[in-house]
């Protein structure tokens, strides 16, 4: 949790030194003096049509000695964070998710 909130407040902090960020693309070059940090992001849902990522993105792994990502893979694929993962996304015995939902955010629900 504390290294999870650790890269957190980072990634806001440094967000204040970005150098540039392209419309085209959710890759932000952030330099500072001789250092230079890139920050991607992706909707974790991707269609066909959002391939290939932009250059932007093969630009930034070619310059970078480290790749790190938000998540720990490894630690997903474990039967032990799946196992959680399930029961963090089930809603309560008896409850549906019209209980939850309003009206509004409900209704076109229904129409899929």
């Not at 970005?18 to 330099?31: D, G, I, L, N, R």
């Not at 909707?43 to 959002?50: K, Q």
């Not at 930034?60 to 964070?81: C, G, H, I, R, W």
Request: overall charge negative; glycine content about 4%.
């Amino acid at each position: 949790m504390y290294r999870q909130l650790s890269y957190y407040v980072a990634c806001f902090l440094v967000s204040g030194f970005c150098s540039f960020a392209s419309a085209e693309s959710a890759v932000w070059k952030v330099t500072k003096d001789d250092s230079v940090m890139y920050f991607g992001g992706t909707i974790h849902l991707l269609s066909v049509a959002d391939h290939p990522l932009p250059e932007a993105y093969d630009k930034a792994y070619k310059e970078s000695q480290v790749l790190a990502f938000e998540t720990d893979s490894d630690e997903m694929n474990s039967p032990e964070f799946q196992q959680k993962a399930m029961v963090a996304m089930m809603l309560p015995p008896g409850k549906s998710i019209k209980d939850v939902l309003d009206e509004t955010t409900y209704s076109p629900l229904t129409t899929i």
